[in-house]
């Protein structure tokens, strides 16, 4: 299987609860581009990939099936002050 176009060796899926509010915080607090985005039927979200710099994530909705799982990751961003007061608004936290 060869990696498709924007994808690397490694590409991080994450399965979390708020899928929606995560997908938000990668695009206007990390600077991502939405690239797709695939629904299920109840209005969860299946997959979105998401283009952070020159890597994508992949995202989906934490399920009884498919719970959410725990993970570390580093991600270096251009603006850490501004990433942090997007998770703030995004999350409600400070």
Sequence with gaps: ????????????YFVVTDAGSFVHFLVQGLGGTETCRTMWPNSLIRNVQVKLGTST????????????????????????????ATRAQTWGDA
């Design 1 to 12: 299987m060869s990696i498709p176009p924007g994808f690397n060796t490694v590409t991080p």
């Design 57 to 84: 994530v992949m995202v989906n909705e934490a399920t009884e099936r498919y719970t959410s799982m725990a993970a570390a990751y580093y991600l270096y961003v251009e603006n850490t002050d501004a990433s942090i």
